[in-house]
């Protein structure tokens, strides 16, 4: 909360030094600002930015460096039996000390050492807290000082706060590229600890995935296998039947929507379907367990067909609903967007609606369309909760869709679910898979990538 009210009083003191470098500049030219070098926009944002940018800068690395300092003071504080617990123990002590300082449970008896300890952690907190907030606020007061005083109808302010916002994208994009590395090394090197467990030929490869491993030599139940071909080929299947129904379903409703409906319709359908999209998951796991399984279920019933309660299909339907706005939204802008000329010179040619809607409008907008079924074939794979609540958690190989089958990220989450210990190939099978996912994912992308370059049209 403190936070919260230090980045907003910062952010005020940058908008009062906003207005105090622009009304400056304009001063400083009486009145006649075709004589300032930049507009006078420009002149409030550099002091702006002199109030803001040093003191968030100063606030995030605060944020980052205190805990650790305060732990270090902490731990040269206490007593030297204590500074000599291994390393184990030590962390347990410092863990109860910041529980009993916040008032929280702690996992011993509270002996007058410990509160002192407690009581000497919520100071120096407490003093870093203050500090923190008068160096913040001192050096935004001060940037807004310091900017004025650099004020002057010669000042190339423009430059100067485009040279900012350039380096504030390059930071932005390197921290989103540095992210996804440390996305895949975390995965890697987990994976790799799994694969020295089991041989990749087996994880890859295998017809059989149990991963409860033995504990002991005489337990039972136990088999450790981690075949993950099962994995794979329910999710394909039921990605594939999500597919079937959001694509054809998405891109008509798109072409009727972008070519055919009166605006007053498009206006009133077009949030109504986005809807669909904005549905937490869990209710299509509550409709999909109770409402479309049972149906399909009796219907094989009446017709003589074996349909598990639980089945690829149902997970299937339902999650190809909810992903058709991913599909019907992104395609129906792309085709809007499609220059209204080339329709026209369709026409002039003779072309029907439905010729030029088939020769003309969806060649130029099949990027877009293809990002639109990326999107969704990304959002069918990584779907958990449909599946858990209506394809179970059986991980069989069988190409039927009316049988149960699990994903890859159910078995994620299975696998991660409670406290685990990161040592035992159980766990690790989960990071394995996610490495699996997301280079199909990755393979996924390049392929559209070479279709949209091949047989995308070139448009003046």
């Not at 650099?150 to 390059?170: G, H, Q, S, T, W």
């Not at 990304?378 to 609540?389: D, H, K, N, P, Q």
């Amino acid at each position: 909360m403190q936070i919260l009210v230090l980045v907003s009083t910062l952010l005020v003191l940058s908008l009062i030094g906003y207005y105090l470098g622009r009304s400056r500049a304009v001063a400083s030219v009486s009145g006649e600002a075709s004589r300032l070098h930049s507009l006078p926009g420009y002149y409030g944002l550099y002091v702006a930015l002199w109030c803001g940018v040093p003191a968030l800068i100063v606030l995030l690395a605060w944020l980052s460096l205190e805990p650790w300092i305060v732990e270090r003071l902490l731990v040269a504080s206490l007593p030297e039996s204590a500074r000599s617990l291994p390393s184990d123990r030590l962390a347990l002590l410092l863990n109860d000390i910041r529980n009993l300082a916040g008032g929280n449970i702690v996992s011993r008896d509270v002996d007058p050492e410990l509160r002192d300890a407690a009581n000497h952690y919520a100071n120096m907190r407490q003093i870093g807290t203050w500090a923190e907030i008068v160096v913040c606020l001192a050096l935004a007061v001060a940037g807004i000082a310091l900017g004025q005083r650099y004020i002057a109808p010669d000042l190339r302010a423009r430059n100067k706060v485009e040279k900012v916002v350039m380096a504030f994208l390059v930071i932005s994009s390197t921290i989103a590229i540095l992210t996804t590395i440390g996305i895949v090394f975390s995965l890697l090197f987990e994976a790799i600890r799994f694969f020295r467990l089991v041989p990749p030929s087996e994880f890859l490869f295998g017809l059989e995935w149990s991963p409860q491993t033995a504990l002991r030599a005489d337990q039972v139940g136990s088999s450790g296998s981690f075949g993950a071909v099962p994995l794979f080929a329910g999710t394909m299947l039921i990605s594939f039947i999500a597919m079937c129904v959001a694509v054809p379903v998405g891109l008509f409703a798109a072409i009727y929507m972008a070519e055919y409906a009166h605006p007053r319709f498009r206006a009133a359908v077009k949030p109504v379907l986005e809807i669909l999209a904005g549905v937490p998951t869990v209710v299509y796991g509550f409709f999909a367990a109770l409402t479309v399984a049972p149906f399909f279920r009796d219907s094989g019933g009446f017709l003589g067909l074996d349909i598990s309660s639980e089945s690829a299909l149902a997970a299937g339907v339902v999650m190809g609903i909810m992903i058709i706005p991913f599909v019907s939204s992104l395609s129906d802008d792309i085709i809007t967007a499609v220059p209204q000329s080339l329709r026209e010179g369709s026409s002039g040619l003779g072309a029907t609606r439905s010729e030029t809607i088939k020769t003309v409008v969806l060649p130029a907008a099949l990027p877009g369309i293809v990002g639109g079924v990326l999107l969704a074939v990304s959002r069918a794979i990584g779907e958990t909760m449909i599946v858990v609540m209506a394809a179970g958690l059986s991980a069989n190989l069988t190409a039927n869709p009316l049988e149960a089958v699990t994903t890859v990220t159910v078995q994620i989450v299975t696998l991660l679910v409670g406290d685990q210990e990161f040592d035992s190939a159980k766990t690790l099978a989960a990071f394995a898979l996610g490495l699996v996912l997301f280079c199909v994912t990755l393979c996924l992308n390049i392929v559209a990538l070479r279709v949209v370059q091949k047989y995308r049209e070139q448009y003046e």
